[in-house]
């Protein structure tokens, strides 16, 4: 905490982590006497830059820009990039030292980042957006490579932005190389990167019911968010023959009691990705209830997704899942839960995947897209949601084998120090550096 004054999430981040690492470590010594924990938790290196750009009205912008490089022991730096103005060095430094095991698990070779600015997209015109991503990579560029660093989108970046951030790398260096991915896929995006992380999800709660005996079919279930992740989370649920209960913004929760149908969905894609419009104005259409700013935590359900963002399911949240008799929730979003939230899921025997195993699907095909563009290869929808599928599944079978207890599974111990075994080997042996 002195060593990072004011960074409430990169503390909550370290904690987790350190809670089921350290014991680990204390019984294989090599760790500990190399002291990988502790240069684990220091990024390789913080950059961060002046944004200028100029609005509509021809007035002058100022943000501020980061990209924080965690740990490149198993390949380049990869993680999103986050435009939000809730942007600050502490949330990209626990985003980024999540990422670190998060792209571990996925069992591909690639290291850790993340970075972003405190811009907000909402209600920016199309120009505006195309200015501040030339701004924000005539900064990021030099910093950036196909072997070195390859950022993607997160909040607030989808194809839009990353296509604008790609045309300036390409006009600044003439180069056209996979330093980005979530392209588009005229020019070299992957099939299947925009659902990966949401549909990761399901898969992963259906390895995780398996495991324990149920079957994810028919089960109720409640979806934080209504971005990409939550989305295509829900889309893999009605395929999968759940039924989606909810459907959330920042305004408040869709409740829809029959729960949602495939038509249904693809309307609320129109709603929040084409228009950005908020959820409530389908209350009409839809026949349904609108709880206007509530969360949807307070409604009976088998299965929850906090898909939206972090520590968004509170302690409070987790009791009330937990008196409904919820028996699973799986992390979309990164850490959305608090941790007094993951004691009463404990507490109360309910299974818990934290963000870093279940949504790693998104990362996973983001490797995959890279993989394909330096074979100059595509792979198709099936053969890439084959790949997906199976990464989730050895994602599951991983936190079991690493997090298996006496008498239940504990998913952060399991994906804590899977993710920590592969790094930590690498740092290991190329030494002191
Ligand atoms: P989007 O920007 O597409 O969507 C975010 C959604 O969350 C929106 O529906 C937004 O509502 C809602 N939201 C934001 N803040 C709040 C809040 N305080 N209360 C209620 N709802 C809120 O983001 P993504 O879907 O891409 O990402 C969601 C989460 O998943 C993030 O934590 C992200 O880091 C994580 N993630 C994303 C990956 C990806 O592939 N996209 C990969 C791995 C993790 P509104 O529309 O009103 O703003």
């Known amino acids: 905490i002195k060593r990072n004054p004011h960074e409430p999430e990169f503390h909550q981040a370290v904690k987790e982590v350190a809670e089921s690492v350290i014991p680990f470590i204390n019984q294989n010594k090599q760790y500990q006497q190399a002291h990988i924990l502790e240069r684990m938790t220091e990024p390789d290196k913080v950059v961060s830059f002046r944004v200028t750009w100029e609005d509509d009205e021809g007035n002058i912008r100022i943000n501020r820009g980061y990209r924080v490089q965690f740990n490149n022991a198993i390949g380049p730096y990869k993680g999103g990039l986050r435009f939000d103005p809730s942007v600050s060095l502490s949330v990209l430094k626990f985003l980024g030292f999540e990422q670190t095991f998060?792209?571990?698990?996925?069992?591909?070779?690639?290291?850790?980042?993340?970075?972003g600015a405190d811009f907000n997209p909402k209600g920016k015109s199309d120009r505006e957006i195309m200015r501040f991503c030339q701004s924000f990579m005539t900064q990021l560029y030099q910093h950036i490579g196909p072997n070195m660093d390859v950022p993607a989108g997160d909040i607030g970046v989808g194809s839009k932005e990353i296509s604008y951030l790609f045309g300036q790398y390409k006009r600044i260096t003439h180069r056209v190389e996979s330093v980005l991915t979530g392209k588009a896929i005229e020019y070299g995006g992957s099939l299947i990167r925009t659902e990966a992380t949401g549909y990761g999800n399901a898969y992963f709660m259906q390895a995780m019911l398996a495991h324990h005996q149920h079957d994810i079919k028919s089960k109720t279930c409640l979806v934080s968010g209504s971005g990409n992740v939550a989305l295509h989370c829900a889309e893999k649920l009605i395929h999968l023959d759940a039924k989606v209960l909810t459907l959330s913004d920042s305004s408040g929760t869709l409740f829809i009691p029959d729960g949602l149908t495939q038509e249904q969905l693809e309307k609320i894609k129109d709603i929040k990705i084409q228009q950005r419009k908020r959820l409530d104005v389908l209350t009409h259409e839809f026949d349904c209830e609108f709880f206007e700013n509530k969360k949807p935590w307070h409604i009976k359900a088998e299965l929850a997704f906090p898909?939206?963002?972090?520590?968004?399911?509170?302690?409070?949240?987790?009791?009330?899942?937990?008196?409904?008799?919820?028996?699973?929730?799986?992390?979309?979003?990164?850490?959305?839960?608090?941790?007094?939230?993951?004691?009463?899921?404990?507490?109360?025997?309910?299974?818990?995947a934290p963000?870093?195993?279940a949504n790693a699907g998104g990362v996973a095909v983001s490797a995959l897209e890279m993989s394909q563009n330096s074979i100059r290869m595509s792979w198709s929808h099936e053969e890439l949601e084959e790949k997906l599928h199976n990464i989730m599944k050895q994602i599951h079978d991983k936190c079991v084998q690493h997090g298996e207890n006496e008498d239940h599974v504990d998913y952060v111990k399991g994906a804590n120090i899977a993710g920590f075994i592969k790094v930590a080997d690498a740092m290991l042996a190329y030494g002191v550096v």
Do not use: R, W
């Open 102 to 115: 998060k792209n571990s698990l996925t069992t591909l070779p690639i290291g850790a980042g993340k970075g």
């Open 355 to 357: 963000g870093k195993a």
């Open 307 to 352: 898909c939206a963002t972090q520590n968004e399911l509170t302690e409070e949240d987790a009791k009330q899942l937990a008196d409904n008799a919820c028996i699973a929730v799986s992390e979309g979003a990164n850490m959305p839960c608090t941790p007094e939230a993951v004691k009463v899921f404990h507490d109360n025997k309910i299974l818990y």
